[in-house]
């Protein structure tokens, strides 16, 4: 892809990754994302849509790049829960339900609670023994923390929730714990089917890992000939190897929204600096991502943070920005676009004077 190459010879050209959601799989939708300078689509395997949903999406998403003649020009990316998996929430009787601070939940190994206050499903076995009294747990981003109360069994336990907030269906829950994927093999079937141009892999933390995880793709004749690996880094091991297999890709995530929970939070920024650097001395294209410009979905004036933070981020040599859910689940995602390419544009400027 040319906006690739073009990423690491241009300063201040980052391109952009949209993730495809409910706002934006319809024609209407990829248009608008196509008219706003997006060039990679990006398809979250993780949500449990079903494989002949994802098809159907990609199918409407291929028709409208090469509607708008940008065949060769627009990536279609799957990001896979593989070799690493997130543990989910699974199905409530509503999307997200409200907890109070100081409320206590029971959270049990399940796909689905018709009671919320019976118990939060999670679709993991045997998750109390990730936990102990007095662990903190997070929900998604860290938008919710709980502290462990007590083991009820071997697939429940009882926490109380630490602030307001709520706790949405297949949301992540991080217990500090990350599950390796089992061979999935519906899943690769499918990504073979698919001839994505890009695939990222999740929670990559050493050259074996990864090395293994080429190995299974390639029985399933997915290799580095036929489509581009981007890694996701999303621990601490992964931050700390990156040098290990930096050259084996051809593309890094700094996936903040894990990497904020799985390590020190307060080490967010350094790890980004890490990895930055890491990418611009290997001439590898690094990408940003989680929490870009999400405010900008509700505010016309975005969080100064969020604007100051891009804004380094692109002066910094970042190559890549992608967009979760600023595209995937608020309202009004024309705006985070819009609000992206003029700070981009304001960064080109301020370099050529």
């Known amino acids: 892809m040319e906006f690739l190459k073009k990423s690491l010879t241009q300063e201040c050209e980052p391109f952009i990754i949209a993730t495809v959601g409910m706002p934006c799989c319809e024609p209407d939708g990829i248009d608008l994302l196509l008219r706003n300078g997006v060039n990679v689509l990006r398809y979250n395997i993780a949500a449990d849509l079903g494989y002949l949903e994802h098809s159907r999406r990609i199918k409407l998403a291929r028709g409208e790049i090469s509607k708008a003649g940008k065949a060769g020009n627009v990536a279609i990316m799957l990001d896979l829960p593989f070799p690493g998996r997130k543990i989910r929430i699974g199905m ?23 009671n919320f206050h019976d118990f939060i499903p999670v679709n993991y076995p045997n998750i109390a023994r990730f936990v102990e009294p007095g662990k903190d747990i997070s929900i998604g981003d860290g938008e919710l923390a709980l502290k462990v109360k007590q083991q009820l069994s071997d697939e429940s336990f009882s ?12 949301k992540s829950v991080n217990f500090g714990h990350i599950v390796e994927a089992e061979i999935d093999e519906e899943m690769l079937a499918f990504v073979a089917e698919t001839r994505p141009d890009w695939i990222a892999l999740s929670f990559i933390n050493d050259v074996q890992q990864l090395t293994k995880s080429f190995e299974i793709m390639s029985r399933y004749g997915i290799t580095r000939l036929n489509t581009s690996f981007v890694i996701k880094i999303e621990t601490q091991q992964g931050v700390d190897n990156i040098h290990q297999f930096i050259k084996l890709v051809d593309a890094v995530i700094i996936a903040r929204g894990d990497l904020a929970v799985s390590a020190d939070y307060f080490r967010l920024g350094i790890n980004q600096k890490l990895l930055t650097d890491a990418c611009k001395r290997a001439k590898m294209p690094v990408i940003l991502s989680t929490q870009i410009l ?15 933070g891009l804004t380094y981020a692109i002066l910094d040599g970042i190559n890549g920005i992608m967009l979760a859910k600023e595209t995937s689940s608020l309202n009004n995602i024309s705006r985070p676009l819009i609000v992206m390419n003029e700070i981009i544009n304001e960064c080109k400027k301020f370099k050529l004077q």
């Open 159 to 170: 926490a109380v929730a630490l602030n307001d907030g709520f706790i949405p269906c297949q």
């Open 294 to 308: 999400e405010s900008s979905c509700e505010w016309h004036v975005p969080a100064r943070a969020e604007i100051s």
């Open 92 to 114: 409530l009787p509503e999307r997200k339900h409200t907890v109070k601070k100081g409320e206590i939940v029971t959270f049990k190994t399940g796909k689905e609670s018709i």
